[in-house]
Nanobody, 118 residues
Framework: VQLQASGGGLVQAGGSLRLFCSAS????????MNWYRQAPGKQRELVAS???????GYVDSVKGRFTVSRDNAKTTVYLQMNGLKPEDTAVYYC?????????????WGQGTQVTVSS
């Protein structure tokens, strides 16, 4: 299983970035896809989720600014980030998760750095 995250970079406050996470080795359409982030000295937090059925959820701090979407044909999940703030600076990780019976399938990508300057 491979999750390849990309799209991070340096952007000024108020700017936008689009993150990509390409998955292989899983039946992508069956997995919930999640974006987490971890800032220096802080715990990793769940930022956005999209279920296998397309339902989405967001942490309060990014609601109205970030949009998660998926393309099952391309086995890719996206995170569109608008109105970026310095506090969004973190390493962003994509995660694929599926619960089946009593087993939890959980896979992680390598992370992509997002830096927002003030």
């Amino acid at each position: 299983v491979q999750l390849q995250a990309s799209g991070g970079g340096l952007v000024q406050a108020g700017g936008s970035l689009r993150l990509f996470c390409s998955a292989s080795g899983i039946i992508f359409s069956l997995f919930a896809m999640n974006w987490y982030r971890q800032a220096p000295g802080k715990q990793r937090e769940l930022v956005a989720s999209i279920s296998s059925g397309g339902s989405t959820g967001y942490v309060d701090s990014v609601k109205g600014r970030f949009t998660v979407s998926r393309d099952n044909a391309k086995t890719t999940v996206y995170l569109q980030m608008n109105g970026l703030k310095p506090e969004d600076t973190a390493v962003y990780y994509c995660n694929a998760n599926r619960m089946r019976a009593t087993r939890n399938y959980d896979y992680w990508g390598q992370g992509t750095q997002v830096t927002v300057s003030s």
